[in-house]
């Protein structure tokens, strides 16, 4: 079966992209050439940083799908070196990424969240 080609429309005005831009600070984990990592405003666990690709992609699907490999290395090395940054590796994290209506995505810059810090429960509330 063919698969059915998606196209993504980016809002360059998304908090991210400004937060990329240096128009709103943040609290830098690390930061790569194609990547960076920042604490979340609004922390839902001891630790939460969201870590974020440079270029312009909307959600998990469009980065899978256009970002060149070299970003798409970064990026997840990044992840890894967050994990370590913030020292949750022996205890353990979740990592999560809200992706469209259903998965309840606020900003459209697709991000992951790196969470930890205490035990974070069932994955899911029921
Ligand atoms: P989403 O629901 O899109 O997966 O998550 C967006 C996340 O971005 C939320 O956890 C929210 O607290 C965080 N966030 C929104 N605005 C800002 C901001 O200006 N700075 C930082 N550091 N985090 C933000």
């Known amino acids: 079966?063919?698969?059915?080609?998606?196209?993504?429309?980016?809002?360059?005005?998304n908090i991210f992209a400004r937060i990329l831009r240096g128009e709103i600070p943040n609290k830098t984990v690390i930061e790569t050439s194609h990547t960076l990592a920042f604490h979340d405003i609004h922390p839902?666990?001891?630790?939460?940083?969201l870590v974020i690709p440079k270029g312009p992609y909307v959600d998990f699907a469009h980065f899978a799908a256009e970002a060149?490999?070299?970003?798409?290395?970064d990026f997840h090395r990044a992840c890894a070196r967050v994990c370590e940054a913030v020292a949750v590796n022996e205890d353990g994290f979740r990592i999560i990424s809200n992706s469209g209506s259903h998965g309840h995505q606020d900003v459209p810059h697709f991000h992951l969240h790196i969470l930890g810090g205490r035990p974070l429960g069932p994955m899911l509330a029921r």
């Not at 079966?1 to 980016?10: I, L, S, V």
């Not at 060149?68 to 290395?73: D, K, Q, T, Y």
């Open 1 to 13: 079966m063919a698969e059915k080609a998606r196209f993504w429309t980016y809002d360059p005005t």
């Open 44 to 49: 839902q666990a001891p630790v939460h940083v």
């Open 68 to 73: 060149p490999a070299e970003e798409i290395v």
